[in-house]
Each structure stands twice: as structure tokens, then as C-alpha cells.
């Protein structure tokens, strides 16, 4: 199939340019002109890379009831997600080839959009003895997370580190202090203690980026951050970037968009890891991604069932569902004049491609034809019930979202066109 996308508003993350103009896709990658068998009047809306998503969980193997890949394959799809990048905190963990190779073929099978599986860096997520990095890269990990655990041992994760540079494989941590963010559950501060709920001081955070930081000036290896979320974390990571550190960080949508307040009476949809932070440290957060000293913004997408949210603030399990909400979400950025619709995209899709060392994530000729048609001023009230994941904890539920995907190209396929015909 040869396409041609005509009078489209593209959005180009690596020229930083939003113009009026025309896009042609053969054989699905992006061409500079073609012959094409099907012609798509845009009609001014926008038409940008496909999001590469870094971090989100699809619950297999294990819990498949929170969420599986055929159905976070079509909630990507209508959010305009064409790569998903997945953690390995299931159940098992992904930490043998063996259980990454039966992620690759659920995913090959069910998923309507590319997915990227993530390995864990210690057995068991536990911390304590490193994975076979090398038969896991082998096997088709990108990159190798504990995701929330943070290992405790420096002597470990000093040598995991170390491998991983000799393999060339990226490093992605969360960086809290395990010990002074243990048991909190929001963050510390006037909110907590009116609301009588125990609190995790944001220099938790600032303590982690440290050390980490420390240890890959000693180790050499790539490493990216999944979530900053505090002004008392940047500045490390400004200097680490000076310094010619190989690090990048990124930041869930959740944190970027909503703070401690919408906690409110304890609504568990709003529990998160990290918690929600003050509105002084989302506008520090929302600036250093229009800056690029944040150089991601991911959906965090958590998948939780009913029964572990409907609990006691303290109790419920943390996390969000997202994929569908984070362009709309992001958006929000762009209509408070935070940032423009490119560097936006930068975040989304550029930054984390290049991270991966993927060819998406660009309107240039010659990159694969994952594409998101959207029009960015769309407004439409979210029903949470209307989501495609099977888990519906959303915290945006009833609220008014601007930004609405019109399609998703996956290779140049409108997998958006495919899924309403299944």
C-alpha cells in the first residue's frame, strides 16, 4: 500500500517545525514521493511520529486480568502509541530468556503495535544477583530495569552497572531512597499532615539520583531515569549531563499534569509511585522537559483492578492506567503555552527512539511510517468505562480532556481502520 497523507499539519520533532504540507509512505516507511494507491485529506489536522512509550506494564504472564497485551495493544492504538516499551515487573519477572521469549510471541500475536520487552537487571527483582544481561540482549531485551525495587546493595548494582557497559546495554532505575521513602504513601508536607497520611520527603529522591549518578561516573554505563518528579532532583541532573554523564530522564504524564491537591479526600485513583508532588515541583518538571533537561515524558501506564484501589488510601495499590490519556493529557501543555506541539513530540517520540537507538520517532525520509493523526483542540469528557485497557484506574475519569487521535499508523497500516473491522 502506498499512501499519501495530504494537507496535513506536521509535526516535526527533529527539525522542531509545524507546517502545512504533505507526506508520502511506500512499502511502510516514509518516501520522498510516490504513486500512492490511497489518498488521506487531512484537512489541517496534525500528523506526527507515532509515541514511543517507555515503561508501560502489561500484566503477563500473571495477572492478565489487569491488563493483556491485545488490549493494551488497542488502548495504545487509541492513544497514539505505535511502541510500547514494557517493564518486566510481572509475575514471574522477566528474567530469563525463557520468559522473554514467551513475552515476544504474546506480543506478536495480540498486540496491534510494536513492543519493545524490557528485562529485569537483578533474579527475581530482587536485588541481589544480576540477570544474564548478554542472553537477554540476545534474546531481545533493549534495556534491563528493577523498575521500582531500588537494589539497596551498591556493590551490586556497581557490578550489574558495570557489565551492562561492557555489553552495551542501557541501564533504566528509579531513583528513591529506599529507606527514607518506605511506607509513604504521599508526599510530605502541610497536605499529608492534614490529611493525616504518612509522607515521603521529595530529597528521597534527590538522595537516589546521587548515588546513582555517583556510580556511573565509577562504571561509565548508559542509564536513564524513569521519573523525575522533584526541583531538588534537577540540578544533579544537569551537572550529570555537563559533566558528559550518559544519562536521560524522563517523567510520567501523572506528574506533569496533576499535583499533591487532587489526592484530595483520599482518592486512590490519584495514588501513585512516586506520589504526587507539590504544584511548585510540577512547574519545575513541566520546565525542564520544555527545556531538555528531561528528555522523556512516558504514561507510567500501571494497570490495577478494582479490588486493590477500593481500599483504604494507605492500602490501595499505587499506579494509573495512561496509555490512552497521554497524548490528550500532554496536550495540556501545549494549550497552556508550556511548550509547542514539536517539543512536545520531541518527548514523546523522538527522545525516547533515540534512547533505544530506534530509526522512528521522525517525519524523515526513510523512518518507518508509525504515524498519529490527531486534532489537538478536539474536547471530549473521559468516561473511564470507555477505556480499551481492561484495568479502568484512571485518574482522569469525568474529567475534560482536549486532543483526540483520528488514527494510528503502524509500518504505514492503520491499525485504528484494522481494530474497528476486527
Known sequence: MKTHFKNARLIDPETGTDTIGDVFVADGVIVEHCTPDDVIE???????????DIGVKVSEPGERHKESFASAGRAAVAGGITTIVTRPDTDPAIDTPEVLEFVERRAAIDAAVNVLPMAALTKERAGREMTEIGFLMDAGAVAFTDCDRVITDTKVFSRALTYAKSCGALVIGHVQEPGLSAGGSVTSGKFATLRGLSGVSPMAERMGIDRDIALLEMTGAAYHVDQITTARALPALERAKANGVDITAGVGVHHLTLNEMDVADYRTFFKLKPPLRSEDDRLAVVEAVASGVIDVISSMHTPQDEESKRLPYEEAASGAVALETLLPAA??????????????????????????????????????????????????????????????????????????????????????????NA
Not at 389 to 415: E, H, M
Request: glycine share 10%; with cysteine; charged share 20%.
Open 331 to 420: 496536550l495540556r501543555l501545549v494549550h497552556a503555552d508550556h511548550m509547542d506541539l514539536p517539543a512536545l513530540f520531541r518527548a514523546l517520540s523522538l527522545n525516547p527512539a533515540k534512547r533505544l537507538g530506534l530509526s522512528c520517532g521522525r517525519l524523515a525520509i526513510g523512518a518507518p511510517a508509525d504515524l498519529v493523526l490527531f486534532d489537538p483542540d478536539a474536547s471530549y469528557k473521559l468516561d473511564r468505562f470507555s477505556l480499551h485497557s481492561k484495568s479502568k484506574n484512571t485518574p482522569f475519569d469525568g474529567a475534560i480532556l482536549q486532543g483526540r487521535v483520528i488514527a494510528t499508523y503502524v509500518g504505514g497500516v492503520n491499525q485504528t481502520k484494522v481494530l474497528a
Open 42 to 52: 487531512c484537512g489541517g489536522k496534525c500528523l506526527a511520529p507515532g509515541i514511543v
